[in-house]
């Protein structure tokens, strides 16, 4: 597996993962309305290349398919991390989260952790700062602003 440098050319095989992966590993803990306001198949790709383009963006690469990503801004805001869901458990989230958390300097990392990856999250140390409710068209999603200090 190779870790690099995010490139406009990856913003639309991105998009896919992040719908795909939404609608399924996060399928166990969010209903079928809530996926479907979270990940709706139709992000604007200038905005959310504009986005990577902004922060440390790295993408998990295998076999030549992109099987993860993430982005933090250089306030040490964890913006999205997501691994596809063919290539969950095997270290890519940690890899990823890993290089970004060392490529900002912040006195902290924060995230809005989904229900789905709170877990994931409080194992590397993160702690819960509040349960939120966010509200995605009318449709209430549950996260969790969450913080780990650097040290």
Same mark, same amino acid.
């Given at each position: ?5 995010? &490139? ?18 996060? =399928? ?10 979270? $990940? ?19 993408? !998990? ?12 801004? &250089?306030t040490g805001y ?6 596809? &869901? ?6 890519? $989230?940690t890899i990823l ?10 006195? =902290?990392?924060?995230?809005? !952790?989904?229900?789905? $990856? ?8 993160? &702690? ?7 509200i995605r068209r ?14």
């Amino acid at each position: 597996m190779i870790i690099r440098k995010y &490139k406009p050319e990856d913003c639309k095989y991105i998009a896919e993962l992040f719908y795909d992966t939404v609608h399924t590993v996060n =399928a166990k803990d969010y209903d079928q309305e809530q996926l479907n306001v979270w $990940a709706t198949g139709s992000v604007d790709l200038n905005e959310w290349n504009n986005s990577f383009m902004e922060h440390v963006t790295l993408v !998990a690469v295998e076999d030549d398919r992109i099987v993860g990503f993430g982005d933090i801004e &250089k306030t040490g805001y964890l913006n999205r991390l997501y691994v596809h &869901k063919d290539y969950q458990n095997q270290g890519i $989230a940690t890899i990823l989260c890993n290089g970004l958390e060392k490529s900002v300097d912040a006195d =902290a990392i924060t995230t809005c !952790a989904s229900i789905t $990856a709170k877990q994931f999250f409080i194992r590397r140390g993160f &702690k819960i700062i509040k349960e939120q409710e966010v509200i995605r068209r009318g449709v209430l999603l549950t996260n969790y602003l969450m913080k780990k200090s650097i040290e």
